[in-house]
Every structure is written in C-alpha cells, then in structure tokens.
C-alpha cells in the first residue's frame, strides 16, 4: 500500500536561511508526488508536482526514486513561507492511490 | 468565479445524531472528491464522484457515511449515527478533468462530535 511520511511535524528556521522539507514515500509502481500549501486562513492549494519541474515561489523538489524522496527546498526561507506544507502521492489510479502526508508546519522567524 | 463552497463551515452534533454535509463545486467541474482531515494529520481521501456517478468510494471508514451528487453538481455528504471519531474537518475539492492534482480545495467543514 502507498504511504506517505513527512518526519517533522513543525520546522523553524530564520529568515534567509535555507530550509528543505522531508517527504518520503512508498510505492510499488512509479508514482507521481507533489507538494500542497496551506497558507493560515486558506485553502490547501497544489505548490508544485514533480512531473512539471517548474520552481514555484523559489521551491524546488526533485523526485529521488533510489531514495524514495521528494524533499522540498528553498535556498532562502522568507517569513510569506509560513504555512503547513504535505507532500502527496498518486497512484495509477485515482481516489484511494491519492493519498496525503501528515503535514510539516514550516516557521520562518524575523 | 466563486470557488468551491462548502456548507455549514462548523457543525456541532450529540453523538448518535445524523449530519449532513453539503459541498458546492466549481461550476462545469466534473470530478469531486471528499476528504477527510483528522487532528494533525494530511487528508485522507473519501470518496470520489466523475459528473453523477460515484466511481471510488473505497475510503468512507464505514456504512454510517454515504456521499452522493444525484445531478453532478452539488454533493452531500451524510454521516449517520456519528460518533466521537468522526470528529474531523471534511474537505471537498472538484477539478474540471479527472485529475487529483488539479483539484481546488473548499474550506472545509469542522465537524465536532459531542
């Protein structure tokens, strides 16, 4: 069964610096992983997925299938970054094979 | 346009009380999905419905849950009997293509079991 770990439930970092969230994940097929944002007082929205390979707010992921990792990064945290982020994985088909992390709350201190 | 819509946004029931659960989807969207987000951890996935039709509802934990879209727009989600592990935010999001990743979010409906 898919499964998805994220291993840090709450991440602080200071303004500036660099920050990368963990995402591990099990799969017996090749599957897609992205990455979802909620902001405080919003709605969960896609941030990225790793087929696109685009950087979005300055965030990068890459898929590391030998690491069973799709960590996301940034080289400079800004304070706007604050926010729970999931990481997410698809299956081959859709509803159960979509299946969510249990979140990482990211800090980003002045 | 208006974004998904979910209504009530708070919901308080005695334990043993049937709730329902409405979710507005972006018009012209065909696909609808409903989660189910527990206490500190990422949603998990309910049921999933392509215009009327119900294709996956492999995720409802038990019978008490039933979830349908008669028309393919508005959905329901209905919740008989609740009990205290019920408690949970329930998210629906609809996308226009059957896709997962491309779905937008609702706010969620807090459901708190009493």
């Known amino acids: 069964a898919q499964r998805v770990t994220q291993p840090e439930k709450l991440l602080s970092v200071f303004k500036g610096a660099p920050v990368e969230l963990k995402c591990n994940y099990s799969?017996?097929?090749?599957?897609?992983l992205f990455w979802y944002v909620q902001y405080s007082r919003q709605r969960l929205q896609l941030l990225l997925r790793?087929?696109s390979r685009e950087s979005i707010k300055g965030f990068t992921a890459d898929l590391n299938k030998g690491e069973t990792s799709f960590h996301l990064k940034k080289p400079f945290a800004q304070e706007e970054d604050s926010a729970m982020y999931y990481c997410a994985l698809s299956g081959r088909n859709y509803g159960q094979n979509f299946v969510f992390g249990p979140g990482t709350r990211l800090s980003v201190l002045p | 346009g208006a974004g998904v819509s979910q209504s009530p946004r708070y919901k308080v029931a005695k334990r043993g009380q049937d709730v329902a659960l409405r979710c507005d989807p972006i018009?012209?969207?065909?696909?609808l999905f409903w989660y189910q987000q527990a206490l500190g951890q990422g949603p998990e996935f309910l049921t999933y419905f392509q215009n009327e039709a119900q294709l996956d509802k492999s995720g409802l934990p038990s019978d008490r849950f039933f979830a349908e879209r008669p028309e393919g727009s508005v959905s329901t989600l209905k919740i008989q009997r609740t009990q205290q592990e019920d408690s949970a935010v329930y998210l629906c999001?609809?996308?226009?293509?059957?896709?997962?990743?491309?779905?937008?979010f609702g706010p969620g409906t807090r459901l708190t079991v009493t």
């Open positions: 790793h087929i």
């Open positions: 999001a609809s996308s226009s293509t059957g896709q997962p990743y491309e779905q937008y």
């Open positions: 799969y017996s097929g090749s599957p897609e």
């Open positions: 018009s012209g969207h065909v696909s």
